[in-house]
């Protein structure tokens, strides 16, 4: 896990940089005396886990916390318990009261290990659902009801199964591909998507799909043929 630490103690930052590099799982990336410096950085190099003290001049650990778009585990260190409540309010991973000692440390990186392995063995989560706008209104389209979608100049035309009317949407068919979930949805042509679950037989370079609508593929996309022979076989 890479890290930086914050504190603007002198002892108290070279005192984290030790218990740190006694770690393997820990990389520390950089540490910082200055709260407004070690907020400029994790804005532009974010990290997984942060050690902060709270109680610093200019800027506290808490505001900067608070100002992180893209916040990292935290673990707060300071020497006043009074700052525990505003730091497990910005969901703190831990807080560890000074004087640290090696024994709470450990246990504290315990954590930040189980909650890193946590969120890197949990599968992404594969959307079911679209969002598009259509007559001024914002609509659900579920994926497992696209027939097919179609391309007219500026806008797209989103066929549903069991719906005589498509829904209209000021998109490009390279944006709507870049919404549906990859894998599940091929391009065939300049102005046709469709759902690779949804091919039923293929000749002559036309798809005929579980609907009976038959659609033509481009001398540009034939590799969709050999891919969908391919899994299927």
Not at 64 to 73: D, I, K, Q, S
Not at 116 to 131: A, D, G, H, L, W
Request: aromatic letters at 10%.
């Amino acid at each position: 896990m890479k890290c930086i630490a914050i504190d603007d103690e002198p002892l108290a930052l070279e005192l984290l940089r030790k218990y740190i590099q006694a770690f393997p799982a820990l990389e520390l990336v950089k540490t910082f005396d200055d709260a407004v410096e070690g907020s400029e950085y994790l804005k532009a190099y974010p990290v997984d886990l942060l050690f902060v003290d709270i109680n610093m001049p200019h800027l506290t650990g808490l505001n900067l916390v608070a100002g992180l778009e893209n916040r990292p585990m935290i673990i707060f260190t300071t020497a006043y318990k009074k700052f525990a409540h505003e730091g497990f309010e910005l969901q703190a991973l831990d807080y560890l009261l000074k004087p640290i000692t090696m024994e709470r440390f450990e246990r504290s990186v315990k954590k930040a290990v189980e909650q890193f392995e946590y969120r890197n063995t949990q599968p992404e989560k594969v959307p079911e659902s679209i969002i598009v706008r259509s007559e001024y209104k914002m609509v659900k389209i579920e994926l497992a009801d696209i027939a097919y979608i179609e391309a007219m100049v500026d806008y797209i035309k989103i066929h549903l199964a069991g719906q005589v009317h498509p829904v209209l949407t000021l998109m490009t068919l390279k944006g709507m591909l870049e919404m549906l979930p990859p894998g599940r949805f091929s391009r065939i042509h300049r102005s046709y998507v469709i759902p690779n679950a949804g091919v039923k037989s293929i000749l002559n370079k036309k798809v005929t799909l579980s609907s009976g609508k038959q659609l033509p593929v481009s001398e540009s996309y034939l590799d969709f043929i050999e891919k969908w022979k391919n899994n299927v076989s």
